[in-house]
């Protein structure tokens, strides 16, 4: 049912997009984090 519900209504697939723009901005975030973490232990190791 609940797989119907987000699946098969206009509210479930609004709160799916939400969903996956969450996870799709986290794992962007992450990825500039750890690049801006490496290049400055890159800068200090210089």
Known sequence: MAW???FG???GL???AV???VLVIG??????YS????EES????K
């Open 4 to 6: 119907e519900l987000l």
């Open 9 to 11: 209504s206009d509210i």
């Open 14 to 16: 609004m709160s799916l």
């Open 19 to 21: 969903i996956v723009g």
């Open 27 to 32: 794992v962007v975030m992450g990825k500039m």
């Open 35 to 38: 690049n801006k973490v490496e």
């Open 42 to 45: 890159r800068k200090l190791g």
